[in-house]
Protein backbone atom coordinates (compact mmCIF):
# COMPACT_ATOMS: atom_id res chain seq x y z
CA UNK A 1 0.00 0.00 0.00
CA UNK A 2 1.34 3.43 -0.77
CA UNK A 3 2.54 5.70 1.49
CA UNK A 4 0.10 8.55 1.66
CA UNK A 5 1.88 12.07 1.84
CA UNK A 6 0.16 14.53 4.42
CA UNK A 7 0.92 17.25 2.61
CA UNK A 8 -0.84 16.67 -0.23
CA UNK A 9 -4.43 17.59 1.30
CA UNK A 10 -3.41 20.75 2.63
CA UNK A 11 -1.84 20.96 -0.74
CA UNK A 12 -4.59 20.10 -2.57
CA UNK A 13 -7.04 22.63 -0.94
CA UNK A 14 -5.13 25.34 -1.29
CA UNK A 15 -4.87 24.94 -4.82
CA UNK A 16 -8.52 24.57 -4.99
CA UNK A 17 -9.05 27.76 -2.81
CA UNK A 18 -6.64 29.96 -5.58
CA UNK A 19 -8.47 28.76 -8.18
CA UNK A 20 -11.57 29.84 -6.46
CA UNK A 21 -10.21 33.43 -5.90
CA UNK A 22 -9.48 33.56 -9.17
CA UNK A 23 -12.66 32.66 -10.67
CA UNK A 24 -14.30 35.42 -8.20
CA UNK A 25 -11.60 38.28 -9.21
CA UNK A 26 -12.78 39.94 -11.86
CA UNK A 27 -9.84 40.97 -13.63
CA UNK A 28 -6.12 39.66 -14.67
CA UNK A 29 -2.77 41.28 -13.07
CA UNK A 30 0.46 41.74 -14.61
CA UNK A 31 2.70 42.20 -12.07
CA UNK A 32 6.26 44.68 -12.32
CA UNK A 33 6.08 45.72 -16.05
CA UNK A 34 9.51 47.62 -16.53
CA UNK A 35 9.52 50.70 -18.30
CA UNK A 36 12.60 52.36 -19.09
CA UNK A 37 13.40 56.11 -18.59
CA UNK A 38 15.84 58.08 -20.89
CA UNK A 39 18.77 58.09 -18.29
CA UNK A 40 18.23 54.30 -18.24
CA UNK A 41 16.47 53.88 -14.57
CA UNK A 42 13.75 51.37 -14.95
CA UNK A 43 10.39 52.22 -13.15
CA UNK A 44 7.95 49.20 -12.14
CA UNK A 45 4.16 49.11 -13.58
CA UNK A 46 1.53 46.65 -12.57
CA UNK A 47 -1.55 46.15 -15.03
CA UNK A 48 -5.10 45.01 -14.42
CA UNK A 49 -7.10 43.88 -16.81
CA UNK A 50 -10.57 42.87 -16.71
CA UNK A 51 -11.32 39.13 -17.18
CA UNK A 52 -13.49 38.73 -20.35
CA UNK A 53 -12.18 42.35 -22.31
CA UNK A 54 -12.71 40.92 -26.13
CA UNK A 55 -10.84 44.55 -27.55
CA UNK A 56 -8.07 46.43 -25.55
CA UNK A 57 -9.98 48.46 -22.93
CA UNK A 58 -9.30 52.05 -22.24
CA UNK A 59 -6.73 52.19 -19.89
CA UNK A 60 -6.74 54.71 -16.72
CA UNK A 61 -3.24 55.39 -15.72
CA UNK A 62 -1.95 56.19 -12.20
CA UNK A 63 1.75 57.29 -11.11
CA UNK A 64 1.99 57.33 -7.40
CA UNK A 65 5.16 56.77 -4.94
CA UNK A 66 3.24 55.43 -2.15
CA UNK A 67 3.38 51.69 -3.36
CA UNK A 68 1.08 49.66 -5.48
CA UNK A 69 -0.16 46.27 -3.76
CA UNK A 70 -2.77 45.68 -0.47
CA UNK A 71 -4.78 48.82 0.47
CA UNK A 72 -2.69 51.46 -1.75
CA UNK A 73 -4.70 49.26 -4.46
CA UNK A 74 -7.80 50.27 -4.52
CA UNK A 75 -6.91 54.26 -3.48
CA UNK A 76 -4.84 53.82 -6.93
CA UNK A 77 -8.23 52.77 -8.99
CA UNK A 78 -8.92 49.18 -8.65
CA UNK A 79 -12.46 49.54 -8.00
CA UNK A 80 -12.90 50.74 -11.87
CA UNK A 81 -11.48 47.62 -13.66
CA UNK A 82 -14.72 45.83 -13.10
CA UNK A 83 -16.03 48.30 -14.93
CA UNK A 84 -14.44 47.61 -18.29
CA UNK A 85 -11.12 50.00 -17.97
CA UNK A 86 -7.54 48.66 -17.90
CA UNK A 87 -5.69 50.20 -14.93
CA UNK A 88 -1.97 50.99 -14.90
CA UNK A 89 -0.03 51.74 -12.12
CA UNK A 90 3.45 52.52 -11.88
CA UNK A 91 5.54 53.41 -8.87
CA UNK A 92 7.31 56.84 -9.00
CA UNK A 93 11.13 56.99 -9.12
CA UNK A 94 12.75 55.66 -6.63
CA UNK A 95 9.54 53.73 -4.66
CA UNK A 96 8.84 50.53 -4.07
CA UNK A 97 11.27 49.06 -6.78
CA UNK A 98 11.50 51.69 -9.23
CA UNK A 99 15.42 52.43 -9.70
CA UNK A 100 16.29 55.95 -9.42
CA UNK A 101 15.92 58.31 -6.42
CA UNK A 102 12.80 60.35 -5.30
CA UNK A 103 13.37 63.70 -5.87
CA UNK A 104 9.55 64.54 -5.14
CA UNK A 105 7.41 66.87 -7.31
CA UNK A 106 11.15 67.13 -9.49
CA UNK A 107 10.93 63.59 -12.03
CA UNK A 108 6.80 63.61 -12.82
CA UNK A 109 6.95 65.68 -15.63
CA UNK A 110 9.92 63.79 -17.47
CA UNK A 111 8.91 60.18 -15.82
CA UNK A 112 5.18 60.77 -16.59
CA UNK A 113 6.14 61.82 -20.38
CA UNK A 114 8.21 58.67 -21.05
CA UNK A 115 5.62 56.53 -19.14
CA UNK A 116 3.00 57.88 -21.74
CA UNK A 117 5.39 56.92 -25.00
CA UNK A 118 6.22 53.62 -23.23
CA UNK A 119 2.33 53.15 -23.35
CA UNK A 120 1.37 54.39 -26.81
CA UNK A 121 4.00 50.84 -27.93
CA UNK A 122 2.32 48.79 -26.10
CA UNK A 123 -0.11 45.80 -27.68
CA UNK A 124 -2.19 46.24 -25.66
CA UNK A 125 -2.95 50.15 -25.27
CA UNK A 126 -5.94 50.48 -27.13
CA UNK A 127 -5.70 54.44 -28.23
CA UNK A 128 -7.09 56.07 -25.33
CA UNK A 129 -6.11 56.68 -21.68
CA UNK A 130 -7.53 58.98 -18.34
CA UNK A 131 -5.17 59.61 -15.53
CA UNK A 132 -6.61 59.90 -11.78
CA UNK A 133 -5.72 60.37 -8.66
CA UNK A 134 -5.80 62.15 -5.16
CA UNK A 135 -2.86 64.71 -3.44
CA UNK A 136 0.58 63.47 -5.22
CA UNK A 137 -1.28 61.60 -7.68
CA UNK A 138 -3.00 63.84 -8.84
CA UNK A 139 -0.23 66.27 -8.72
CA UNK A 140 1.33 63.95 -11.02
CA UNK A 141 -1.37 63.65 -13.68
CA UNK A 142 -1.32 67.92 -14.51
CA UNK A 143 3.15 67.49 -14.43
CA UNK A 144 2.20 65.94 -17.76
CA UNK A 145 -0.86 66.46 -19.04
CA UNK A 146 -0.15 69.97 -21.12
CA UNK A 147 2.00 67.78 -23.10
CA UNK A 148 -0.05 63.99 -23.01
CA UNK A 149 -1.20 64.57 -26.13
CA UNK A 150 -4.77 63.39 -27.78
CA UNK A 151 -4.81 59.63 -26.40
CA UNK A 152 -5.26 61.75 -23.23
CA UNK A 153 -8.88 61.79 -23.16
CA UNK A 154 -10.12 62.83 -19.52
CA UNK A 155 -8.64 63.33 -16.24
CA UNK A 156 -10.05 62.96 -12.72
CA UNK A 157 -8.44 64.04 -9.83
CA UNK A 158 -8.95 64.59 -6.11
CA UNK A 159 -7.70 67.26 -2.83
CA UNK A 160 -4.37 68.50 -5.13
CA UNK A 161 -3.34 71.39 -7.62
CA UNK A 162 -1.11 71.58 -10.31
CA UNK A 163 1.33 72.79 -7.95
CA UNK A 164 2.45 72.91 -4.29
CA UNK A 165 4.40 75.61 -3.82
CA UNK A 166 2.11 78.23 -2.64
CA UNK A 167 0.58 75.70 -0.33
CA UNK A 168 3.89 74.89 1.25
CA UNK A 169 4.78 78.78 1.19
CA UNK A 170 0.87 79.81 2.38
CA UNK A 171 0.69 84.11 2.94
CA UNK A 172 4.60 83.93 2.13
CA UNK A 173 5.27 81.99 5.24
CA UNK A 174 6.28 78.39 5.62
CA UNK A 175 3.95 75.57 6.13
CA UNK A 176 5.95 74.00 9.00
CA UNK A 177 3.57 70.73 9.79
CA UNK A 178 2.38 69.54 6.61
CA UNK A 179 5.54 69.87 4.81
CA UNK A 180 7.48 67.98 8.41
CA UNK A 181 4.99 65.65 8.10
CA UNK A 182 4.83 64.57 4.76
CA UNK A 183 8.68 64.64 4.59
CA UNK A 184 8.52 62.23 7.25
CA UNK A 185 5.64 59.76 5.90
CA UNK A 186 7.85 59.26 2.62
CA UNK A 187 11.09 59.07 4.45
CA UNK A 188 9.46 55.97 6.37
CA UNK A 189 6.79 54.24 4.02
CA UNK A 190 9.14 51.92 2.38
CA UNK A 191 10.09 50.35 5.44
CA UNK A 192 8.62 47.50 7.58
CA UNK A 193 4.99 48.43 8.32
CA UNK A 194 6.10 51.92 7.25
CA UNK A 195 2.82 52.64 5.07
CA UNK A 196 0.49 51.57 8.06
CA UNK A 197 2.54 53.23 10.94
CA UNK A 198 3.77 56.67 8.76
CA UNK A 199 0.09 58.07 8.51
CA UNK A 200 -0.40 57.61 11.70
CA UNK A 201 2.73 58.53 13.98
CA UNK A 202 4.56 61.29 11.14
CA UNK A 203 2.43 63.93 12.20
CA UNK A 204 2.83 63.67 15.84
CA UNK A 205 6.50 63.40 15.33
CA UNK A 206 6.25 66.31 13.68
CA UNK A 207 4.43 68.21 16.16
CA UNK A 208 6.87 67.08 18.83
CA UNK A 209 9.97 68.45 16.89
CA UNK A 210 8.36 71.61 16.05
CA UNK A 211 7.91 71.95 20.09
CA UNK A 212 11.21 72.02 20.67
CA UNK A 213 12.00 75.60 19.45
CA UNK A 214 14.61 74.73 17.96
CA UNK A 215 16.14 76.41 14.42
CA UNK A 216 13.83 75.02 11.55
CA UNK A 217 16.79 73.58 9.50
CA UNK A 218 17.30 71.29 12.60
CA UNK A 219 13.81 69.71 12.95
CA UNK A 220 14.02 67.23 10.05
CA UNK A 221 16.50 65.43 11.89
CA UNK A 222 14.68 65.43 15.28
CA UNK A 223 11.61 64.25 13.12
CA UNK A 224 13.17 61.42 11.47
CA UNK A 225 16.49 60.67 12.55
CA UNK A 226 18.32 62.36 9.91
CA UNK A 227 18.52 65.05 7.27
CA UNK A 228 15.85 64.84 4.84
CA UNK A 229 16.40 66.33 1.53
CA UNK A 230 13.03 67.47 0.09
CA UNK A 231 11.98 69.21 3.50
CA UNK A 232 15.50 70.63 3.11
CA UNK A 233 15.12 71.63 -0.22
CA UNK A 234 11.48 73.62 0.92
CA UNK A 235 13.56 76.09 3.23
CA UNK A 236 16.15 76.83 1.26
CA UNK A 237 13.81 77.85 -1.42
CA UNK A 238 11.64 79.98 0.84
CA UNK A 239 13.36 83.36 0.05
CA UNK A 240 13.17 82.77 -3.75
CA UNK A 241 9.57 81.09 -4.84
CA UNK A 242 10.45 82.04 -8.14
CA UNK A 243 13.32 80.09 -8.02
CA UNK A 244 14.77 77.11 -10.77
CA UNK A 245 13.61 74.76 -8.13
CA UNK A 246 10.08 75.77 -7.95
CA UNK A 247 10.16 76.53 -12.21
CA UNK A 248 10.47 73.06 -12.61
CA UNK A 249 7.50 71.93 -10.41
CA UNK A 250 5.47 73.97 -10.94
CA UNK A 251 2.71 73.13 -13.66
CA UNK A 252 0.19 75.72 -13.11
CA UNK A 253 1.04 77.88 -16.10
CA UNK A 254 0.38 74.61 -18.75
CA UNK A 255 -3.20 74.32 -16.69
CA UNK A 256 -5.00 76.32 -19.55
CA UNK A 257 -3.40 74.41 -22.27
CA UNK A 258 -5.35 70.85 -21.35
CA UNK A 259 -7.08 69.68 -23.77
CA UNK A 260 -8.65 66.46 -21.85
CA UNK A 261 -11.30 67.30 -19.54
CA UNK A 262 -10.90 67.70 -16.01
CA UNK A 263 -12.88 66.64 -13.21
CA UNK A 264 -12.02 68.06 -9.41
CA UNK A 265 -13.09 66.84 -6.33
CA UNK A 266 -12.15 69.15 -2.96
CA UNK A 267 -12.87 69.74 0.63
CA UNK A 268 -13.26 72.93 2.50
CA UNK A 269 -10.82 72.15 4.88
CA UNK A 270 -8.30 70.93 2.48
CA UNK A 271 -4.55 72.26 2.62
CA UNK A 272 -4.87 72.39 -1.11
CA UNK A 273 -8.49 73.65 -2.12
CA UNK A 274 -6.95 77.52 -2.96
CA UNK A 275 -4.99 76.44 -5.38
CA UNK A 276 -7.44 73.53 -6.85
CA UNK A 277 -9.61 76.16 -7.58
CA UNK A 278 -7.08 78.55 -9.09
CA UNK A 279 -6.61 75.21 -11.17
CA UNK A 280 -10.71 75.26 -12.20
CA UNK A 281 -10.59 79.17 -12.83
CA UNK A 282 -7.49 78.72 -14.82
CA UNK A 283 -9.37 76.03 -17.43
CA UNK A 284 -12.45 78.11 -17.43
CA UNK A 285 -10.27 81.07 -18.18
CA UNK A 286 -8.96 79.13 -21.69
CA UNK A 287 -12.47 78.17 -22.57
CA UNK A 288 -12.63 74.83 -20.81
CA UNK A 289 -16.05 73.39 -18.80
CA UNK A 290 -14.72 71.34 -15.57
CA UNK A 291 -16.32 69.81 -12.99
CA UNK A 292 -16.13 70.63 -9.46
CA UNK A 293 -17.26 68.99 -6.43
CA UNK A 294 -16.16 70.44 -2.91
CA UNK A 295 -17.70 68.37 0.11
CA UNK A 296 -17.14 69.03 4.14
CA UNK A 297 -13.76 67.05 4.19
CA UNK A 298 -10.41 67.76 4.98
CA UNK A 299 -7.18 66.22 3.30
CA UNK A 300 -7.11 62.72 4.59
CA UNK A 301 -11.38 62.46 5.11
CA UNK A 302 -11.61 59.20 3.91
CA UNK A 303 -14.97 60.36 3.02
CA UNK A 304 -14.35 61.80 -0.13
CA UNK A 305 -13.09 58.66 -1.70
CA UNK A 306 -16.30 57.25 -2.34
CA UNK A 307 -17.46 60.22 -4.15
CA UNK A 308 -14.46 61.00 -6.07
CA UNK A 309 -14.50 57.26 -7.18
CA UNK A 310 -18.51 57.49 -8.63
CA UNK A 311 -17.81 61.06 -9.49
CA UNK A 312 -14.61 59.53 -11.62
CA UNK A 313 -16.22 56.11 -12.84
CA UNK A 314 -19.18 58.56 -14.39
CA UNK A 315 -16.29 61.26 -16.04
CA UNK A 316 -14.52 58.24 -17.54
CA UNK A 317 -17.68 56.68 -18.90
CA UNK A 318 -18.28 59.64 -20.59
CA UNK A 319 -15.62 60.56 -22.14
CA UNK A 320 -13.85 57.05 -22.42
CA UNK A 321 -16.95 55.57 -23.69
CA UNK A 322 -19.30 57.81 -24.97
CA UNK A 323 -21.52 57.16 -22.50
CA UNK A 324 -22.87 60.58 -20.44
CA UNK A 325 -25.91 59.02 -18.62
CA UNK A 326 -24.19 59.47 -15.65
CA UNK A 327 -22.73 63.04 -15.48
CA UNK A 328 -25.07 66.25 -13.72
CA UNK A 329 -26.51 68.23 -15.50
CA UNK A 330 -24.62 71.35 -13.95
CA UNK A 331 -20.86 71.32 -13.62
CA UNK A 332 -20.29 72.56 -10.31
CA UNK A 333 -21.64 71.01 -6.87
CA UNK A 334 -20.48 72.23 -3.44
CA UNK A 335 -21.91 71.11 0.30
CA UNK A 336 -22.92 74.08 2.29
CA UNK A 337 -22.34 73.43 5.82
CA UNK A 338 -25.05 74.77 8.35
CA UNK A 339 -27.62 74.91 5.53
CA UNK A 340 -26.47 70.88 5.32
CA UNK A 341 -27.42 70.60 1.78
CA UNK A 342 -25.83 69.99 -1.43
CA UNK A 343 -26.11 72.75 -4.14
CA UNK A 344 -25.45 72.51 -8.33
CA UNK A 345 -24.25 75.81 -10.00
CA UNK A 346 -23.39 76.89 -12.97
CA UNK A 347 -20.11 77.76 -12.24
CA UNK A 348 -17.42 78.97 -9.53
CA UNK A 349 -17.36 81.35 -7.89
CA UNK A 350 -21.65 80.96 -8.06
CA UNK A 351 -23.23 83.18 -10.50
CA UNK A 352 -24.75 85.97 -8.69
CA UNK A 353 -22.50 86.15 -5.46
CA UNK A 354 -22.31 89.73 -4.02
CA UNK A 355 -19.30 90.97 -1.59
CA UNK A 356 -19.85 92.40 1.71
CA UNK A 357 -17.64 94.17 3.90
CA UNK A 358 -18.51 93.31 7.68
CA UNK A 359 -16.13 95.76 9.13
CA UNK A 360 -13.88 95.57 12.19
CA UNK A 361 -15.33 97.87 14.77
CA UNK A 362 -13.78 99.38 18.22
CA UNK A 363 -14.10 97.28 21.14
CA UNK A 364 -14.32 94.01 18.86
CA UNK A 365 -17.36 94.40 17.19
CA UNK A 366 -18.43 93.33 13.58
CA UNK A 367 -21.19 94.25 10.67
CA UNK A 368 -22.11 96.36 8.09
CA UNK A 369 -22.19 99.48 9.07
CA UNK A 370 -18.76 101.77 8.71
CA UNK A 371 -16.40 102.31 11.37
CA UNK A 372 -16.17 104.85 13.66
CA UNK A 373 -13.34 107.50 15.15
CA UNK A 374 -11.32 105.34 17.32
CA UNK A 375 -7.81 104.40 17.99
CA UNK A 376 -6.30 100.84 16.62
CA UNK A 377 -6.87 97.98 18.61
CA UNK A 378 -3.33 96.67 20.23
CA UNK A 379 -1.84 93.00 20.35
CA UNK A 380 2.14 91.93 20.81
CA UNK A 381 2.98 89.03 19.04
CA UNK A 382 6.26 86.64 20.62
CA UNK A 383 7.75 84.83 18.50
CA UNK A 384 9.43 82.52 21.27
CA UNK A 385 6.28 81.94 22.40
CA UNK A 386 4.15 81.63 19.30
CA UNK A 387 -0.03 81.88 18.99
CA UNK A 388 -1.11 78.43 18.31
CA UNK A 389 -3.48 77.02 15.68
CA UNK A 390 -6.36 75.07 16.76
CA UNK A 391 -8.21 73.64 13.95
CA UNK A 392 -7.04 74.79 10.30
CA UNK A 393 -5.99 72.77 7.60
CA UNK A 394 -3.73 69.95 7.58
CA UNK A 395 -1.92 67.01 5.42
CA UNK A 396 -2.68 64.19 7.57
CA UNK A 397 -5.16 63.52 10.95
CA UNK A 398 -8.36 65.80 10.97
CA UNK A 399 -9.05 69.30 9.77
CA UNK A 400 -12.91 69.57 11.25
CA UNK A 401 -13.70 72.66 12.98
CA UNK A 402 -12.95 72.96 16.26
CA UNK A 403 -14.12 75.14 19.05
CA UNK A 404 -11.32 78.38 19.32
CA UNK A 405 -12.60 79.93 22.34
CA UNK A 406 -9.48 78.94 24.81
CA UNK A 407 -7.60 80.72 21.63
CA UNK A 408 -9.57 83.89 21.97
CA UNK A 409 -8.67 84.35 25.72
CA UNK A 410 -5.23 84.60 24.76
CA UNK A 411 -4.14 88.58 24.60
CA UNK A 412 -2.19 87.76 21.03
CA UNK A 413 -5.33 87.63 19.66
CA UNK A 414 -8.21 90.06 18.61
CA UNK A 415 -11.58 88.90 18.41
CA UNK A 416 -14.36 90.69 16.43
CA UNK A 417 -18.06 89.61 16.50
CA UNK A 418 -21.16 90.17 15.01
CA UNK A 419 -24.32 91.09 16.65
CA UNK A 420 -26.83 87.47 16.88
CA UNK A 421 -28.08 87.27 13.78
CA UNK A 422 -31.78 87.51 13.06
CA UNK A 423 -31.27 85.82 9.70
CA UNK A 424 -29.46 82.64 7.62
CA UNK A 425 -26.72 84.33 6.23
CA UNK A 426 -25.04 82.21 3.43
CA UNK A 427 -21.39 82.70 2.85
CA UNK A 428 -20.39 80.36 -0.68
CA UNK A 429 -17.35 81.59 -2.47
CA UNK A 430 -14.12 83.35 -2.43
CA UNK A 431 -13.27 85.06 1.06
CA UNK A 432 -10.76 87.54 1.69
CA UNK A 433 -9.52 90.20 4.81
CA UNK A 434 -9.01 94.12 4.00
CA UNK A 435 -6.42 95.12 6.72
CA UNK A 436 -5.08 98.52 7.82
CA UNK A 437 -2.75 97.49 10.03
CA UNK A 438 1.03 98.87 11.80
CA UNK A 439 3.78 96.59 12.99
CA UNK A 440 7.01 97.91 14.84
CA UNK A 441 8.81 95.20 12.91
CA UNK A 442 9.44 95.21 8.86
CA UNK A 443 9.35 91.20 8.84
CA UNK A 444 6.17 90.02 10.69
CA UNK A 445 2.80 87.82 9.68
CA UNK A 446 -0.92 88.73 9.84
CA UNK A 447 -3.27 86.13 10.33
CA UNK A 448 -7.30 85.89 9.66
CA UNK A 449 -9.95 84.02 10.56
CA UNK A 450 -13.03 83.40 10.32
CA UNK A 451 -15.26 81.71 12.86
CA UNK A 452 -19.40 80.89 13.27
CA UNK A 453 -20.49 81.36 16.95
CA UNK A 454 -23.67 79.80 17.95
CA UNK A 455 -25.89 80.20 20.67
CA UNK A 456 -24.15 78.26 23.38
CA UNK A 457 -20.72 80.21 22.93
CA UNK A 458 -19.20 77.54 21.07
CA UNK A 459 -17.03 79.34 18.26
CA UNK A 460 -15.84 76.88 15.59
CA UNK A 461 -13.81 78.23 12.74
CA UNK A 462 -14.87 78.20 8.78
CA UNK A 463 -12.17 79.34 7.20
CA UNK A 464 -8.46 81.32 7.30
CA UNK A 465 -5.54 82.74 6.09
CA UNK A 466 -2.58 84.61 6.37
CA UNK A 467 0.01 87.24 4.95
CA UNK A 468 3.77 87.51 5.71
CA UNK A 469 4.97 90.82 5.49
CA UNK A 470 8.57 90.70 4.21
CA UNK A 471 10.51 94.45 2.60
CA UNK A 472 12.52 92.06 0.31
CA UNK A 473 9.26 90.48 -0.98
CA UNK A 474 6.57 93.11 -1.35
CA UNK A 475 3.82 91.12 -1.48
CA UNK A 476 -0.49 92.14 -1.11
CA UNK A 477 0.07 95.08 1.19
CA UNK A 478 1.14 98.65 0.44
CA UNK A 479 1.74 101.48 2.45
CA UNK A 480 -1.01 104.14 3.32
CA UNK A 481 0.29 107.57 4.56
CA UNK A 482 3.64 108.33 6.08
CA UNK A 483 2.66 107.06 9.73
CA UNK A 484 3.62 103.63 8.84
CA UNK A 485 0.12 102.13 8.13
CA UNK A 486 0.04 99.59 5.47
CA UNK A 487 -3.27 98.39 3.74
CA UNK A 488 -3.16 94.12 3.45
CA UNK A 489 -5.42 92.12 0.98
CA UNK A 490 -5.33 88.25 2.91
CA UNK A 491 -6.74 85.43 1.14
CA UNK A 492 -8.57 83.30 3.32
CA UNK A 493 -9.80 79.60 2.27
CA UNK A 494 -13.03 79.63 -0.07
CA UNK A 495 -15.98 78.88 2.03
CA UNK A 496 -19.58 77.29 1.86
CA UNK A 497 -21.11 77.62 4.75
CA UNK A 498 -24.45 78.80 6.26
CA UNK A 499 -24.25 81.49 9.47
CA UNK A 500 -27.62 79.98 10.74
CA UNK A 501 -30.29 82.57 12.30
CA UNK A 502 -29.68 83.35 16.03
CA UNK A 503 -25.34 82.94 15.53
CA UNK A 504 -23.09 85.56 15.22
CA UNK A 505 -20.21 85.82 12.73
CA UNK A 506 -16.53 86.10 14.23
CA UNK A 507 -13.24 87.05 12.99
CA UNK A 508 -10.12 86.74 14.38
CA UNK A 509 -6.87 88.96 13.93
CA UNK A 510 -3.58 87.73 15.16
CA UNK A 511 0.16 86.74 14.29
CA UNK A 512 0.38 83.09 14.70
CA UNK A 513 -0.78 79.48 14.20
CA UNK A 514 1.67 77.40 15.08
CA UNK A 515 2.68 74.75 14.47
CA UNK A 516 0.47 74.90 10.84
CA UNK A 517 2.72 78.08 9.88
CA UNK A 518 6.14 78.88 11.25
CA UNK A 519 6.30 81.90 13.38
CA UNK A 520 7.90 84.45 12.11
CA UNK A 521 11.08 85.34 14.16
CA UNK A 522 10.81 89.24 13.17
CA UNK A 523 14.29 89.64 12.69
CA UNK A 524 14.58 89.35 8.64
CA UNK A 525 16.91 85.69 9.49
CA UNK A 526 16.70 83.12 6.64
CA UNK A 527 13.66 81.01 8.06
CA UNK A 528 15.79 77.66 8.02
CA UNK A 529 18.25 78.93 10.80
CA UNK A 530 17.27 81.94 12.54
CA UNK A 531 18.01 81.26 15.95
CA UNK A 532 16.92 84.81 17.81
CA UNK A 533 13.77 86.64 17.60
CA UNK A 534 12.09 89.46 18.99
CA UNK A 535 8.76 90.48 20.01
CA UNK A 536 6.13 92.47 17.38
CA UNK A 537 4.07 95.11 18.18
CA UNK A 538 0.77 95.06 15.96
CA UNK A 539 -1.69 97.66 15.72
CA UNK A 540 -5.34 97.22 13.80
CA UNK A 541 -6.62 99.96 12.28
CA UNK A 542 -10.52 100.21 12.27
CA UNK A 543 -11.50 104.23 11.58
CA UNK A 544 -13.33 106.15 8.54
CA UNK A 545 -10.06 106.87 7.06
CA UNK A 546 -8.55 102.85 7.64
CA UNK A 547 -11.90 100.56 7.49
CA UNK A 548 -10.22 97.42 8.25
CA UNK A 549 -12.74 94.37 7.21
CA UNK A 550 -14.02 90.61 6.16
CA UNK A 551 -14.88 90.53 2.79
CA UNK A 552 -17.98 87.79 2.97
CA UNK A 553 -18.64 86.19 -0.41
CA UNK A 554 -22.98 86.25 0.14
CA UNK A 555 -24.80 83.76 -1.82
CA UNK A 556 -28.36 85.96 -3.50
CA UNK A 557 -29.07 84.03 -6.32
CA UNK A 558 -30.70 80.32 -5.64
CA UNK A 559 -28.58 77.46 -6.91
CA UNK A 560 -29.64 75.78 -9.89
CA UNK A 561 -30.69 73.15 -7.54
CA UNK A 562 -30.91 71.83 -3.68
CA UNK A 563 -30.58 68.68 -2.01
CA UNK A 564 -30.90 67.98 1.69
CA UNK A 565 -27.91 65.79 3.01
CA UNK A 566 -27.29 65.77 7.20
CA UNK A 567 -25.66 62.99 7.24
CA UNK A 568 -22.81 64.89 5.69
CA UNK A 569 -21.99 66.63 8.47
CA UNK A 570 -21.90 63.95 10.77
CA UNK A 571 -19.08 63.92 12.77
CA UNK A 572 -17.64 67.39 11.94
CA UNK A 573 -19.17 68.81 15.77
CA UNK A 574 -21.21 71.66 13.83
CA UNK A 575 -24.14 72.80 15.59
CA UNK A 576 -27.41 71.54 14.91
CA UNK A 577 -30.83 73.46 14.63
CA UNK A 578 -31.19 76.80 16.74
Not at 182 to 190: I, M, N, P, Y
Not at 332 to 358: I, K, S
Request: charged fraction near 25%; charge should be positive; proline fraction near 10%.
Amino acid sequence: MALRDPSAAPSRRASRARERARRLRPYHVERDLPVTMPDGATLLADRYVPLGARRPPPTILVRTPYGRRGPAAVLNGLPFVPFGFQLVVQSARGTFGSEGEFDPLGSEHDDGLATVAWLRERPWFGGTFAMYGASYLGYAAWALAAEAGPELKAMAVQVTASSFRDAAYVGGSFALESTLTWTDLTHRQQRRFGMLTAPLLSRRRAIRAARTGRPLSELDVLTGGTPMRFYQDLLAAHRDPGSAYWLKRDFSGTVGEVAAPVSMVGGWYDVFLPWELRDYLALRAAGHRPYLTIGPWWHADARHGLVAFRESLAWFRAHLRGDPSGLRADPVRVYVTGAREWRDYRDWPPPGMRQERWHLHAGGGLGEDGPRQAPPSRYRFQPARPTPALGGPTLLGSSRPVDNRPLERRPDVLVFSSPVLDEDLDVVGPVGADLFVRSDREHTDFIVRLCDVAPDGTSRNVCEGGLRLDPARPAADKPVGTAGVRRLAIDLWPAGHRFRRGHRVRVHVTSGAYPKVAANPGTGEPIATARASVPADQEVFHDPDHPSAILLPVAERPPESASPAPDEEAGLGLPGEP
